[in-house]
C-alpha cells in the first residue's frame, strides 16, 4: 500500500461502468443492482470477502423476493476488487431499490460490509443522499464512512480487525441460532 493511500481510500465501492451494464440499461431501462463487498481494497480477495459476498447475495435474493422485486437478468463477475453481481431488477423504481437495499445495509449484523450501488433506468447512480437516506456509518465509529476515509482517521490494521470481528460476532451467532433450531 503506498503511504498517500488510506485503507478506506481503498475501498471498492466505485461503480464500475461496463459494456454489460450500459448492454442492460438500453436493454431493459430497469434498474439495475451492483452487489459487492465493502472492505479495504488488501481484504478484497481474500477469504473474509468471498464469505461476506455470498451472504450479501443470499441476502439480497431474500430482500428482493420478500419486496416481490424480480430479477430479470443477473450476471457474476470476479476482478480485483473480488467477486461481484450485477442484477437487473423489475417492480420497483431505483429509489425503492436503493432504500430496500440500504436497509439491508442497517439491519443485517455484516451489512456495513454489504455495498450496493444502484443505478437507475438512465444509468444515474442513485445514492444516499439523493434517497434522502443517511450517509453510511463508518465500521469502526459512529463518524460518515467518508468523513473517516478523507480525514484518515483508521489504522489498515484496525479496519481488518473489524471486519474480522463483525464476521465472527455473525458466524458465531448463527450456528448458535442453527444450534437451538435443531
Known sequence: MSKNKHPLDQCHNAWQHT?????????????LLRVTTFVPRIMANSEVAEKIYSIAK???????????YKVIESDSFEDKDGKGLLMAISGASSTQLKRAMIKLENNHPLGPLFNFDVLNRDGKMVSRRSSEMEPRKCIICDHAASYCAASHIHSEESLEREVLQLLGRHLVSFSTKETEIA
Request: without cysteine; glycine residues 0%; proline residues 4%.
Open 58 to 68: 443470499l441476502q439480497v435474493h431474500d430482500t428482493l423476493s420478500q419486496s416481490n
Open 19 to 31: 459494456d454489460q451494464q450500459q448492454k442492460w440499461i438500453k436493454q431493459y431501462r430497469l434498474p
